[in-house]
């Protein structure tokens, strides 16, 4: 437990909130008699936490967005896919308590399972310290994070370019500006040009990574310019 509160970064006032967070319902249900409780209600309560951080973030970071954009974005960070990519930056399933049989069918591996986890420790930070903490997380291991996620996660560009587009002769263009770090490890840096005028750039461990910071960066500049 403590090599995972390294890793979240928080250390729990009350541990056994952690411990339920990681009690899978089959492993709940293996132990009826011991009356474990599943990670269940702590997932329900973590998604509610996490959606209200990710719409505070974007209501404030994105101004003029409509409401429409926002909620797209907002589904985009907080799907399945993000929070898989999360529970693995903190091997969450190496943590997990599993029932035997979900156990032999690779339950540790099982992107719901794990994306739930994540709600479910997100939840469990907020009851230990409250709603700073779980942002303070949240604001780590997601919306900072938002350009090493898996491509399924979010989508600026097309953000980007339906913002764009609501003014007609628009032209978006991506440029390669710069590349650093060995083949195995390199770093791309991409540049974002509207109308031939650059509007935002950014870095990233692919040319789609890095096309994606600099399109969140053109939007945020974009946003607050109107």
């Not at 943590?95 to 069918?105: A, D, W």
């Amino acid at each position: 437990m403590k090599t995972l509160e390294e890793k979240l970064g928080y250390r729990f006032q009350d541990p056994s909130l952690l411990a339920n967070a990681l009690t899978h319902s089959s492993y709940a249900n293996e132990h009826h008699a011991a009356k474990l409780l599943s990670n269940e209600r702590l997932e329900f309560l973590g998604d509610s936490v996490l959606g209200m951080v990710v719409a505070d973030y974007l209501y404030r970071n994105f101004p003029t967005l409509p409401e429409g954009d926002l909620t797209r974005m907002r589904a985009n960070l907080v799907c399945e896919g993000n929070l898989v990519v999360v529970a693995q930056m903190w091997d969450l399933g190496s943590y997990l308590k599993l029932g035997r049989g979900e156990e032999s069918c690779g339950g540790r591996e099982r992107p719901s399972i794990q994306a739930d986890a994540v709600e479910a420790v997100l939840a469990a930070v907020y009851l230990d310290s409250g709603i700073a903490q779980a942002r303070r997380i949240i604001q780590r291991f997601i919306l900072d994070n938002i350009a090493q996620m898996s491509q399924a996660g979010r989508d600026f560009k097309t953000a980007l370019q339906e913002l764009v587009q609501k003014k007609s002769g628009q032209v978006l263009t991506y440029h390669l500006i710069g590349q650093s770090g060995p083949d195995h490890a390199k770093t791309f840096e991409m540049e974002v040009r509207l109308n031939d005028k650059p509007v935002g750039s950014g870095k990233g461990r692919s040319k789609k990574d890095a096309e994606q910071t600099a399109a969140r960066a053109a939007l945020e500049r974009l946003s607050r310019k109107k």
